[in-house]
Nanobody
Framework: VQLVERGGGLVQSGGSLTLSCDAS????????MAWFRQAPGKEREGVAC????????YYSDSVKGRFIASRDITRTIMRLQMNTLKPEDTAVYYC?????????????????WGQGIQVTVSS
């Protein structure tokens, strides 16, 4: 499956942005999916994820209460609505999928990744 992230860009601190992850074919709900981000000079960080059966979404502490992840009924789009953005949210954001049913979406080794999209939050 090919994954393509869309919707990135430049936004002011406190603003909102919604990313989408478009899949080339439907991804069954039993497969975990996730959003990650990587800021310059930092390790990649899991932001939000869905476990098997669309359990979740689960969020990292850094975005909990501000970001909302969703998977649509067509199984081809996953979104990340980002609210109250902060400069520290600046990063390249990636979506990913794991092709085995798993109850913990934070611990799997994701197999397919999008190319990433830049999100920049100005102060």
């Amino acid at each position: 499956v090919q994954l393509v992230e869309r919707g990135g860009g430049l936004v002011q601190s406190g603003g909102s942005l919604t990313l989408s992850c478009d899949a080339s074919e439907p991804i069954p709900s039993r497969y975990p999916m996730a959003w990650f981000r990587q800021a310059p000079g930092k390790e990649r960080e899991g932001v939000a994820c869905f476990a098997a059966g669309d359990s979740g979404p689960y969020y990292s502490d850094s975005v909990k209460g501000r970001f909302i992840a969703s998977r649509d009924i067509t199984r081809t789009i996953m979104r990340l609505q980002m609210n109250t953005l902060k400069p520290e949210d600046t990063a390249v954001y990636y979506c990913a999928v794991y092709y085995t049913s798993h109850a913990n979406c934070w611990t799997v080794e994701y197999e397919d990744w999008g190319q990433g999209i830049q999100v920049t939050v100005s102060s």
